[in-house]
């Protein structure tokens, strides 16, 4: 089955500054790669995806980049604010294979 | 809100006992997903199902079942509690069976076993 690394675990950036995520793959037949956020007690909320047909998405301060012949992608966050401090989970699939996420990155953004 | 409904939002219970989650899928949403997320854990995928059919198992321990409902409604059942099933348990729908889509979460069920 798909094994999905994420890193870092955790991210300290000081306000304005951007935050990176990087996540890895296993299995090259994986197409589907969403991003969750998650705050603390809350549900995991789906805040981008992108397809292995396209190699970059933007959406406001929020873009993802994949690398399909590396097999990572990763979620950037530019301009942060206090609001953008949450756990972050990767994740990926393919068509057949269940939804495998990342173990989390917690961003804190200090003000 | 996601439109996915679960309840009880918080379950409190002992060990060696049995509770029921349950979970309605956004409008429209064929498949139910359920996962465990541990105290400071990911998310553990335990079980799908689409249109009533179990679809995917992951995780699931042989004292934790499931099923899906004509309504598409979904139940997750766990029994013989151990202090060790504590845990946030969250489900999620998507549109059909295919894993290669977005899937929507609902605010879960905090599951405490004393």
């Known amino acids: 089955g798909e094994n999905v690394e994420q890193h870092p675990s955790t991210l300290s950036v000081q306000e304005g500054d951007s935050a990176v995520i990087k996540c890895t793959y296993s299995d090259s037949a994986s197409n589907y790669f969403p991003w969750y956020k998650q705050e603390l007690g809350k549900r995991p909320q789906l805040i981008i995806d992108?397809?292995?047909?396209?190699g970059e998405k933007k959406d406001q301060r929020i873009a993802v980049t994949l690398n399909k012949t590396a097999k990572h992608f990763s979620l950037h966050i530019t301009e942060t604010q206090p609001e953008d401090s949450a756990v972050y989970f990767c994740?990926?699939?393919?068509?057949?294979?269940?939804?495998?996420f990342g173990a989390g990155t917690t961003v804190t953004v200090r003000a | 809100d996601s439109g996915v409904t679960q309840t009880p939002k918080h379950l409190i219970t002992a060990t060696g006992q049995r509770v029921t989650l349950r979970c309605s899928p956004r409008?429209?949403?064929?498949?139910v997903y359920w996962y465990q997320q541990s105290l400071d854990q990911g998310l553990q995928f335990l079980i799908q199902?689409?249109?009533?059919?179990?679809?995917a198992k992951g995780n699931i321990l042989e004292r934790f079942s499931a099923q899906q409902f004509p309504d598409l409604h979904s139940e997750l059942n766990l029994s013989s509690l151990e202090l060790g099933d504590s845990a946030l348990y969250f489900c999620?729908?998507?549109?059909?069976?295919?894993?290669?889509?977005?899937?929507?979460f609902g605010d879960g069920t905090r599951l405490s076993i004393l």
């Open positions: 199902y689409y249109n009533g059919e179990e679809r």
């Open positions: 409008s429209g949403d064929l498949s």
């Open positions: 992108i397809r292995s047909n396209v």
């Open positions: 999620a729908s998507s549109k059909d069976s295919n894993s290669n889509q977005p899937q929507h």
């Open positions: 994740a990926a699939s393919s068509f057949r294979d269940k939804l495998s």
